[in-house]
């Protein structure tokens, strides 16, 4: 099978994930307990006598379900998921002031990951049931029992309060400090990555190990071929794969993760601003972000998927 045909049938069974997923998001949100209309009154100062009827009205929900989902859904495709009724802001506006935070904050994260595991996972491998392998095994065994905003408090006392060398909170936009922007932006990347470096090590140790045992890698060490050639040119790029589908799966926990950091470190991404939602009971805000943090999820194991057949072309059979 081509290339493109592997592209043209894939889009396909992502056209029909995506649609699931939407559908899932709406209905999940519409079966929560209570009455939307009569929460949100609830929570305001002064509301008025008809503010029920008129909430339910303006939300849409005094009509039958699928013909909301369809008008819903029809306005989310054209990138309209409404308006925020606490702020009054379009929540499409309130994910792109977000979002850039939040992907920087990601792709740190999965850079300094993959720079420890990496180098990590190959000298394991190289060194298997050896003293060096089995004290990184301890090592990542102990950094994954421990969660991530635990590693991120630690990291606060230690290089904020103790040192002062990088800031406990805040965010500086890269436009006015690039520096700074690294900087306020350091701690809570390895608060995450400190997560993701045991899963991945893991992943490409043992795969690593698989792979110097094929016939063709005890040829090239037979021929005599440098053991960093062996290493990284016909061992590493076959064990890449699986690593690739790892990262693209973590991604969709990584969002998730990124609340409890972004709340932590108090940096005005997405995750802070779903906490906000749920906290000021933003039903509208709350259903746009789960929809966006959904598809973001799918499209990246879509793009995963792509690059799959790329490092293995037997896949594409």
Same mark, same amino acid.
């Given at each position: ?16 994930? /995506? +649609? ?7 209905? +999940?949100?519409?079966?929560? &307990?209570?009455?939307?209309? !009569?929460?949100?009154?609830? @929570? $305001? ?9 008129? %909430?339910?009205?303006?939300?849409? =929900? ?26 009054? #802001? ?22 300094? $990951? ?37 590693? @991120? ?9 103790? +040192? ?11 436009? !006015? ?8 932006? =350091?701690?809570?990347? %390895?608060?995450?990555?400190?997560? /993701?470096?045991? /899963? ?8 690593? %190990? ?16 440098? #053991?960093?050639?062996? +290493? ?6 076959? $064990? ?5 589908? *790892? ?14 950091? !972004?709340?932590? $470190? ?19 805000? *709350? ?16 793009? *995963? ?5 790329? /490092?293995? &072309?037997?896949?594409?059979?």
């Amino acid at each position: 099978m081509t290339y493109v045909k592997v592209i043209a049938m894939r889009s396909v069974h992502l056209a029909v994930v /995506l +649609l699931g997923v939407s559908f899932l998001v709406y209905l +999940l949100l519409d079966l929560l &307990p209570g009455d939307t209309a !009569e929460v949100l009154v609830a @929570s $305001s100062a002064n509301p008025s006598p008809g503010a029920v009827e008129e %909430i339910r009205k303006q939300l849409g =929900l005094d009509q039958p379900f699928m013909l909301r989902y369809v008008q819903w859904l029809g306005n989310a495709i054209t990138g309209d998921l409404g308006v925020s009724f606490r702020t009054g #802001q379009a929540v499409t506006d309130a994910i792109a002031e977000r979002l850039p935070v939040t992907i920087q904050l990601l792709i740190m994260a999965e850079v300094i $990951s993959l720079a420890v595991a990496v180098p990590l996972a190959v000298a394991a491998a190289k060194r298997r049931d050896q003293a060096f392998d089995k004290v990184v095994a301890v090592f990542t065994f102990t950094l994954q029992s421990i969660p991530n905003f635990v590693v @991120s408090l630690v990291l606060i006392v230690i290089f904020a309060v103790t +040192l002062n060398w990088l800031p406990a909170i805040g965010f500086t936009p890269f436009g !006015e400090d690039p520096l700074g922007n690294i900087r306020s932006l =350091l701690i809570p990347s %390895i608060a995450l990555a400190s997560g /993701l470096v045991p /899963l991945y090590m893991r992943v490409l140790r043992n795969e690593m %190990i698989r792979t110097l045992q094929e016939d063709y890698i005890l040829v090239a060490r037979a021929v005599g071929l440098p #053991q960093r050639t062996v +290493l990284f040119r016909y061992a590493l790029k076959p $064990s890449l794969p699986t690593l690739v589908t *790892v990262v693209g799966i973590n991604i969709g926990t990584l969002i998730g993760g990124t609340l409890l950091i !972004e709340l932590i $470190s108090g940096l005005p991404g997405i995750g802070t601003l779903i906490y906000s939602g749920i906290n000021n009971r933003d039903y509208v805000l *709350v259903q746009g972000l789960i929809l966006f943090i959904a598809c973001a999820y799918v499209l990246t194991n879509f793009i *995963v998927d792509m690059i799959y057949p790329l /490092l293995d &072309p037997r896949v594409r059979v």
